[in-house]
């Protein structure tokens, strides 16, 4: 019994000291290491087949094409008989409803069609997707402190992200699994006017399996729930 316990605190030190030895930036590194060993990323031409699943709601099925050398994203989704297109090309954005271009004031506002959301559209896009890699992007500030933490039964290696007040105040953590460094989990937190953490705020994603898309792992499901009472929101799954 004592011999047991004593290997418990050998090792729960062991880790403890590991924790503190890999920096924020190592950790980042050798996370994207995993994810997009040969740099893929930066020069990404694709389309992702993407059903996002809502509970008490019809599936809405999403093909996204990110060309990365181009400036060039294109949404297309569809939910029932709906479908909607948004294009940004470089500066320009177009819009199709039903494809056709001819568009209705009321149907604009209607299905909110504008370049503000096709932009919004984008950034969430190319962000989640290029996850760890979008990490190295100007204004992302990465802390220096990696922490041990256990999160729905298992332990992981934690990397606190902040952004530079133009673009964005939220708090993120990324959980990597302390052998592979793969991505297994990810959580945010809004801040308020004193940009203190608001523990009842945000949301964090679990992800499980990956695809290999254009050389760079990418997880395959992603179930969305709240902080606050972990209400499953809805899963994205890679098909």
């Not at 294109?74 to 470089?90: A, F, H, N």
Request: glycine share 4%; with cysteine; net charge neutral.
């Amino acid at each position: 019994m004592k011999i047991n316990s004593l290997l418990f605190v050998m090792l729960a030190i062991s880790l403890q000291v590991y924790s503190q030895q890999i920096t924020g930036k190592e950790l980042l590194e050798k996370a994207i290491l995993y994810h997009d060993p040969h740099n893929n990323w930066q020069d990404f031409e694709g389309t992702l087949d993407i059903t996002m699943q809502i509970p008490n709601k019809l599936p809405r099925q999403s093909f996204i094409t990110i060309d990365l050398p181009n400036q060039y994203f294109k949404s297309i989704t569809k939910r029932d008989s709906l479908k909607i297109e948004m294009i940004i090309s470089k500066k320009a954005c177009s819009f199709a409803l039903n494809d056709s271009e001819n568009i209705s004031e009321v149907d604009l506002k209607k299905y909110n069609l504008n370049c503000k959301r096709a932009e919004l559209l984008k950034n969430y896009y190319t962000y989640l997707y290029g996850l760890p890699m979008k990490l190295r992007d100007p204004g992302t500030i990465i802390h220096p402190n990696v922490k041990r933490k256990s999160f729905k039964g298992k332990d992981y290696l934690v990397l606190r992200v902040t952004y530079n007040s133009e673009v964005g105040n939220d708090i993120w953590y990324f959980y990597f699994n302390p052998e592979t460094y793969a991505m297994e989990v990810y959580q945010f937190y809004k801040t308020d006017k004193n940009s203190v953490q608001e523990n009842n705020s945000g949301e964090y994603i679990l992800l499980t399996e990956e695809e290999l898309v254009n050389g760079i792992r990418m997880p395959k499901n992603r179930a969305w729930y709240y902080n606050k009472n972990d209400q499953l929101l809805g899963t994205d799954i890679l098909n």
